[in-house]
Structures are given as C-alpha cells and as structure tokens.
C-alpha cells in the first residue's frame, strides 16, 4: 500500500508543479517522476527489511540477502534510467519484465503470511493478492504508458 501512496502522491505533486511553473501539466514526465520516487522507496526497503525480505525468495534460490541488495540496486538504476532519453525505452522494458519476476515472491510472501518489515509470519495473507496482483499490473501499465508508449 506504501509504494501505491507514494507512487500517486509525487505523481500528483509533480503535475502540480508542472502546471505552475510551465503552465501546463506534463503527464509522461511526472508519471516517470512518480515511478522513479517509489521506486527509491521500495529500494530503500530492501536496504531495511533486507532479512524479512530474504524470507520472500523460495528455499532453492542462494544468496538471499544478496538477491535483495542486487534488487535495491536495479530499483535505483530504473529510477535513473526512466529519465535518460536514450535508456528510457529499455529501461521501461527491463522494469516491466523486473516487476513479472518479483510477482511469486509476493505470491510466495502472502502464502507464507510473511510480514518482511518484521521477518515473521504474523502478515496479511492470501487476502493481499486481491491487492498485490493488480498493483503489479498497475506498475507495469504505468511504466509501459509512461515510458514506452509516449
């Protein structure tokens, strides 16, 4: 829910100044705005609840704490990348396919009722895909809109 807040919020703060400050308001540039302030959000997070995080990735997989480092880093790469004219297009791509990948570790984490803030397993549960699942799709529409389409 946090990352959505935050997503709308400097999404409407940015055409807010846009509008003041250039007259009109520029959709694609503070949607991309928005997009790359929750994505240094969501990265500082994983910086936070690294071990709680580590607790979303399937047993098989080595590295967890590493994985979620790794993750933060490409969060803040996207962030930038949606910004440079010449990355923007397969920056956008990579982050769509970026946020396809991270859906089973959230199916996994809402499984598991795991609340990764605290790294136990007192969390919302499956009820939190009835919101998590469109969110991920509501990123990946905004990215594609944003970034790819414009």
Known sequence: MKPLIVLITSFAISLLIFKIYKGEYD?????????????FFTALGHFMFTDGMAMMIPDFIPFKKEVIYCTAIIEILAAI????????????????????????ANIK?????????????????VMYLWFRVPLQVLFIVWVYISSIRY
């Open 109 to 125: 984490a809402s499984i598991d009722q795991l609340n990764y803030q605290k790294g136990t397993y007192d969390g919302n549960g």
């Open 81 to 104: 990348g949606l910004h440079v004219s010449q990355l923007r297009s397969i920056t956008a791509w990579l982050l769509i396919l970026f946020f396809m990948m991270m859906l089973p």
């Open 27 to 39: 959709f694609a540039l503070s949607a991309r705005i928005g997009m790359s302030i929750m994505l």
